[in-house]
């Protein structure tokens, strides 16, 4: 793919790239991004939409992945703040490559419960890594307040801690850990959108809602269903997100309600299985 080739959609506030994400990242003005969220294909043989994301060597793998990686650490601006995944077995890669190039102060598990693991020989994997990184350990914006949850040893429990003074029930609220449960997208859910790595609302809502602030750009360089530029959108968030392929390009449109059709094709949410015979019975009744 050429620069050429690379279409733009939306407006200042939410904008959506068609193209490479290495060639479109170039195009992006240096020092100009406060929040970059990747989630890039794993190379585990992944079917998106009928490319299979199995690169012929695991090293070509890795080589792309330093492109586009140093190529974000390029974007953010001196304060900016970056989330990578990968799979668990690429992750050391990131892991080393990055801690030369940029500040890694969170290494954080998201861990969701999956009856689809079925193992029989080793142990399934029930995670995905993500590095927290940011460009200056001293200056960058962490939102604490925005992202606490409940403390059940005060909320719950109630218990004391006798060494102040006087002694208190202790705090019924705290900063999350590094170990993040957030259930996946299932078939069923109302977000899901025909993508085989969706990850959840509530993981990128925690993620920007901490590390960026109303009016902040956030990126994102492998959109898929455009999740993060979804919640971006509604946090008064800017973004900018890119995706190589069509079909999710769509679903980007549509979910950030940049247009409503394309290609003279009306954007709508593709039906689930379970929907169709409903959609059948209103038509029924709506002849009665």
């Not at 279409?7 to 170039?26: C, P, Q, R, T, W």
């Not at 959108?193 to 509530?202: L, Y």
Request: charged share 30%.
């Amino acid at each position: 793919m050429k620069i050429a080739d690379i279409k733009y959609f939306g407006n200042e506030e939410h904008k959506i790239i068609m193209g490479d994400a290495v060639i479109s990242l170039e195009e992006i003005e240096d020092y100009s991004i406060d929040l970059i969220f990747a989630d890039p294909p794993y190379n585990i043989g992944k079917n998106f939409n009928g490319y299979k994301d199995k690169w012929s060597k695991d090293a070509d793998y890795i080589e792309w992945c330093y492109k586009w990686l140093l190529l974000c650490i390029k974007k953010l601006k001196p304060n900016g703040t970056f989330y990578v995944m990968t799979s668990t077995q690429f992750m050391p890669f990131f892991d080393i490559y990055l801690r030369e190039n940029i500040h890694i102060l969170s290494r954080i598990v998201w861990y969701y419960d999956s009856s689809g693991v079925q193992a029989k020989k080793y142990f399934g994997s029930l995670y995905e890594p993500i590095l927290f990184c940011v460009k200056d350990k001293d200056s960058y914006t962490f939102n604490a307040k925005d992202i606490l949850i409940e403390a059940k040893t005060g909320a719950k429990r109630k218990l004391i801690d006798y060494r102040k003074n006087p002694p208190q029930v202790y705090n019924s609220e705290k900063l999350p850990g590094n170990v993040w449960e957030f259930p996946r997208v299932r078939y069923r859910m109302e977000e899901y959108e025909n993508h085989p790595t969706q990850k959840p609302v509530t993981l990128l809502e925690r993620i920007i809602k901490v590390s960026s602030n109303k009016g902040d750009l956030v990126l994102d360089l492998f959109s898929g269903t455009f999740t993060t530029s979804f919640v971006a959108k509604q946090l008064g968030r800017r973004s900018i997100g890119i995706e190589l392929q069509e079909d999710y390009v769509k679903i980007g449109l549509r979910r950030l309600e940049i247009q409503n059709e394309y290609n003279g094709e009306t954007l709508v949410k593709e039906l689930r299985s379970f929907e169709e015979p409903l959609i059948e019975q209103e038509s029924k009744l709506a002849l009665f």
